[in-house]
T-cell receptor
Framework: DGGITQSPKYLFRKEGQNVTLSCEQNLNHDAMYWYRQDPGQGLRLIYYSQIVNDFQKGDIAEGYSVSREKKESFPLTVTSAQKNPTAFYLC???????????FGEGSWLTVV | RKEVEQDPGPFNVPEGATVAFNCTYSNSASQSFFWYRQDCRKEPKLLMSVYSSGNEDGRFTAQLNRASQYISLLIRDSKLSDSATYLCVVNLMIYNQGGKLIFGQGTELSVKP
C-alpha cells in the first residue's frame, strides 16, 4: 500500500534522553514535513524538506533535528534540549510545491 | 494577527442541519487553500481543496474570496459521522523555499442525534 508510515506510534522518554521518530513514505513525494500538535491546539511546523539533503527550520525547530539522506525518509530527533516534548507528532509529505499534503498516522511522545 | 484564523468552536448542531465554517488569512500572497478534517487523536485528512470559482463535493461546498481573504466550508444535511475538527489550511509560497502550509486552529463540530 502507498502511504506514509510513522513509527513508533507510542513512545515514552525519560527526561534527558534523545529519541528519534521515523517517517517513511513510498508516494515518491519530494517534500516532507514534521508538525507538532499539543492537546486542543493547532499544528505547528517543526522542520520541512523540499529535496534530499536539504531542509529548513519551521516555526518551532529549537530542540529538534532532522536529516534527509533519502527521498523516502525524514526522521525527527527530539533532543534533550526540547523542554516540553510531550505531544502528538505528525509527519507529512507532498509533491514539491503541491497543492496539498498528506499525513502519517502520527506518533505520541510522552516524557516520563 | 494570526496568519490563519477560524471561528472558535465548538459547533453543536442536530443531524440534518446546515453548518458553515469561516476562515480568514492575513497574507495576500497565499496561493492555495484547503479544508482538512481531523478526528479525535487521529491525523488530519484532506477534505477538499478550495478553488477560486468555488467547488462542491456532495454535501460539502467550499468557497474562496481572494479580495476579502476569506474561505468558507458549508456542510449540508449534517450526519453524525461529520463530527470532527475542521482545519482551514493556506499554502503560502516562499521565494526559494517552496510552499509553506499554515494551519488554522480548527473548529470542532459535534453533530447530535
Amino acid at each position: 500500500d502507498g502511504g506514509i508510515t510513522q513509527s513508533p506510534k507510542y513512545l515514552f522518554r525519560k527526561e534527558g534522553q534523545n529519541v528519534t521518530l521515523s517517517c517513511e513514505q513510498n508516494l515518491n513525494h519530494d517534500a516532507m514535513y514534521w508538525y507538532r500538535q499539543d492537546p486542543g491546539q493547532g499544528l505547528r511546523l517543526i522542520y520541512y524538506s523540499q529535496i534530499v539533503n536539504d531542509f529548513q527550520k519551521g516555526d518551532i525547530a529549537e530542540g529538534y533535528s532532522v536529516s534527509r539522506e533519502k527521498k523516502e525518509s525524514f526522521p525527527l530527533t527530539v533532543t534533550s534540549a526540547q523542554k516540553n516534548p510531550t505531544a502528538f507528532y505528525l509527519c507529512a509529505s507532498s509533491l514539491r510545491d503541491s497543492r496539498a499534503i498528506y499525513f502519517g498516522e502520527g506518533s505520541w511522545l510522552t516524557v516520563v | 494577527r494570526k496568519e490563519v484564523e477560524q471561528d472558535p468552536g465548538p459547533f453543536n448542531v442536530p443531524e440534518g442541519a446546515t453548518v458553515a465554517f469561516n476562515c480568514t488569512y492575513s497574507n495576500s500572497a497565499s496561493q492555495s487553500f484547503f479544508w482538512y478534517r481531523q478526528d479525535c487523536r487521529k491525523e488530519p485528512k484532506l477534505l477538499m481543496s478550495v478553488y477560486s470559482s468555488g467547488n462542491e463535493d456532495g454535501r460539502f461546498t467550499a468557497q474562496l474570496n481572494r479580495a476579502s481573504q476569506y474561505i468558507s466550508l458549508l456542510i449540508r444535511d449534517s450526519k453524525l459521522s461529520d463530527s470532527a475538527t475542521y482545519l482551514c489550511v493556506v499554502n503560502l509560497m516562499i521565494y526559494n523555499q517552496g510552499g509553506k502550509l499554515i494551519f488554522g486552529q480548527g473548529t470542532e463540530l459535534s453533530v447530535k442525534p
